[in-house]
């Protein structure tokens, strides 16, 4: 068969909850929703964990964290694990990466063959959690409210930095890559780390929100109400020592929507490039993880509320019919899909593979309820969730259960676990949650992993250090003209199109 390009658009942070069903209306993301127009449109999506590098090698590997061992930030992602990237290479594909995936460890590459850029992130141990200090705060990498009081404009900071070279960088890809000179599809991944806070914008987009009239947050939901897990993650991120007043909050999620924006621009640059260069692909767009912007009281993620594990999943490829699905999905789903697209089998990696191909389910079909898990900073022992149909149910060895039903409570204010009208369905998700997990193994899972690692990192940080930041390989004598070269040809082979 003949294998499509596949061009993967991915964002950190992005709140799923703003796209219902492609962009919401008030948004100015004017090229997400041309793209939301011909693609199949995923409103409820999860995040297989939401934190940026579990929730990323479960993207790329369809496998829960409990499986990669990517708990958190910090965990390595181990080598032999395979990726898209490692089975449409295989296949025959060239697999590119422009921007951030959060590769903790020396593979930065997992199946990729070319990284056009660095990461944002460190590659290294250095952010681990410690289980065996339950409340502790380590000041200087855990998240604060700093994000959120120091809200504002800026026309330069270090994302604006990083994102306009991932897009500069894959723009330059694809013109490369309409010259002809490798005959093999290609599958070009481009992750952004915007809206990720800090929420700071360029004033062109910070404008545009003006008169928004979605500034406000909800209601908070007092320190002494919430659930003992939101309660560490407010203690995680040092409640206590900012005041955050709603002009605080209202700039905040103002410049949050600004970097979604400034997104929208970049995407537009990228799909522009496709377009003039003739160039036809399957498009993915999705998040790694949402933000909370003020629900509850919390921000940014690392829970399972539907602002933080909910995010955005929009597919535009000939074998996906274009459309609103509202079964939930994963982006454990995502490998598989990809697969299905380019006619891969997995079957060898398919005891392993806890996503699904959602081609069927855009026709229609069922998946089984979608899974997640969370095992990193604010947690003190692992947490576990199922999305089935209308029901979320969340369990922790430490803190009492959670059920709700998102048709009737889509704000999740209602705990239905003593509620007798609810008994059956939280019979079936807790049996549900027996069969696939041991909770007591995963933690100590996660403990011994955190223990080798913060032995590991305190010794490679003593002496001489080698770090594992990647470094992107340009060979300038391999670039523009140069004397091994013939001018003739290498000006005909950099045209394109040619002849006109």
């Known amino acids: 068969m003949s294998r499509p390009n596949i061009l993967i658009l991915m964002v950190d942070q992005l709140n799923g909850t703003l796209f219902p069903d492609g962009p919401a209306d008030w948004l100015h993301a004017p090229n997400l929703k041309r793209l939301a127009a011909r693609s199949a449109r995923f409103s409820t999506c999860y995040t297989a964990s939401p934190l940026c590098a579990p929730g990323r090698a479960s993207f790329m590997s369809g496998q829960l964290p409990s499986k990669t061992r990517v708990y958190d930030n910090a965990a390595e992602f181990a080598s032999d694990i395979p990726t898209y990237a490692h089975h449409l290479r295989r296949a025959g594909y060239q697999t590119a990466l422009s921007g951030k995936m959060h590769f903790v460890g020396p593979d930065q590459l997992h199946g990729f063959e070319e990284r056009l850029t660095t990461d944002i992130y460190p590659a290294d141990f250095g952010w681990t959690p410690d289980y065996r200090k339950p409340g502790e705060r380590i000041d200087w990498w855990y998240h604060n409210l700093g994000s959120v009081t120091g809200a504002g404009v800026a026309e330069i900071t270090n994302q604006y930095e990083y994102d306009d070279d991932v897009a500069f960088q894959a723009c330059q890809k694809l013109y490369d890559l309409s010259r002809g000179a490798d005959a093999r599809p290609w599958c070009l991944t481009v992750s952004f780390t915007h809206p990720h806070d800090p929420y700071v914008a360029r004033r062109k987009y910070w404008d545009l929100y003006e ?28 409640w206590r020592s900012l005041e955050v007043t709603p002009a605080h909050v209202e700039r905040a999620r103002r410049g949050y929507f600004a970097n979604i924006s400034y997104i929208d621009d970049k995407l537009g640059e990228i799909l522009d490039v496709l377009e003039a260069t003739r160039q036809e692909a399957v498009i993915l767009f999705t998040s790694d993880h949402g933000d909370m912007l003020g629900e509850r009281g919390l921000w940014f993620k690392m829970n399972f509320f539907e602002g933080s594990a909910r995010v955005p999943l929009m597919i535009a490829a000939p074998e996906i019919e274009a459309g609103r699905v509202d079964t939930p999905v994963s982006t454990l789903d995502v490998t598989p899909t990809l697969a299905a697209l380019a006619g891969l089998s997995l079957d060898e990696v398919a005891p392993w593979t806890a996503g699904e191909s959602l081609v069927p389910v855009a026709a229609g079909n069922t998946r089984a309820p979608v899974p997640m898990e969370y095992a990193a900073e604010g947690s003190i022992t692992p947490l576990v969730a199922l999305r089935d149909g209308p029901w979320k149910y969340i369990r ?39 069969e696939r997990w041991t909770l007591t193994q995963f933690d100590e899972e996660v403990r011994q992993s955190q223990a080798r690692r913060w032995v590991v990192y305190k010794a490679l940080r003593n002496g001489a250090y080698f770090p594992w930041d990647y470094q992107p390989l340009r060979a300038a004598s391999e670039r523009y003209m140069r004397n091994h070269m013939d001018l003739n040809i290498l000006e005909e082979s950099k045209r394109f199109p040619r002849g006109e």
């Open 211 to 238: 008169d928004c009239p979605h500034l406000k947050a909800p209601e908070p939901i007092p320190y002494a109400a919430l659930d003992p897990h939101s309660q560490r993650l407010m203690d995680a991120c040092d």
């Open 396 to 434: 922790c060895a430490a803190d009492p259960e959670l059920l709700f039903n998102l048709d009737e409570d889509p704000a999740e204010r209602a705990n239905r676990v003593s509620d007798p009208t609810a008994a059956s369905a939280l019979e079936r998700l807790r049996a549900l949650a027996d």
